[in-house]
């Protein structure tokens, strides 16, 4: 007989994937989540609920603020979590989650706005909706169409990439 079907618990941070832009010298803020209006867009059937924890780039994110996604991930109920997160700092919030037990986590990002066109972040996103539902406990990260564990991918910001450590 199937499993029935979980609930998937989506945190998210902020990150390039909700920025907005308003002018051409870079001026953004990080503006609502847009996950929510992905997944209706393409009319996800698998349940899921949105918590906002924050609306900020991760080269701003403070070690409290880690802590405190490391306690809403731990407090869930749900065991399969999904974070929106800004890239660079992606790995290290993966490294603060490592320890949690009977959880798949896995974390996504885009690297360019999902207002943009031509955007990764609808790819990302649906991309990292499967993984976490397919994959077993563990803390993950989700890019450039490759799931990689937490303890084993950097972001080559030279290709623009997030690749396994080896390389």
Do not use: C, W
Not at 46 to 51: C, G
Not at 112 to 125: L, V
């Amino acid at each position: 007989m199937p499993e029935p079907e979980t609930e998937i618990q989506i945190f998210t941070t902020g990150g390039t994937i909700d920025k907005v832009y308003f002018d051409a010298r870079s001026k953004y803020e990080v503006g609502d989540p847009q996950i929510t209006s992905i997944l209706s867009e393409v009319n996800v059937s698998v349940p899921f609920r949105v918590e906002t924890l924050f609306r900020k780039d991760s080269l701003d994110l403070t070690a409290d603020d880690r802590q405190l996604i490391r306690s809403r991930v731990a407090e869930s109920t749900s065991q399969r979590i999904l974070i929106t997160h800004g890239t660079d700092t992606m790995v290290q919030t993966a490294g603060v989650l490592a320890d949690l037990d009977r959880k798949v986590v896995v974390l996504v990002g885009s690297l360019s706005p999902a207002r943009f066109k031509g955007t990764d972040a609808e790819f990302n996103i649906g991309f990292a909706l499967a993984a976490v539902q397919l994959l077993s406990d563990g803390v993950y990260i989700a890019m450039n169409g490759r799931v990689f564990a937490h303890n084993a991918v950097h972001k080559n910001p030279e290709q623009n990439r997030f690749e396994p450590l080896n390389n």
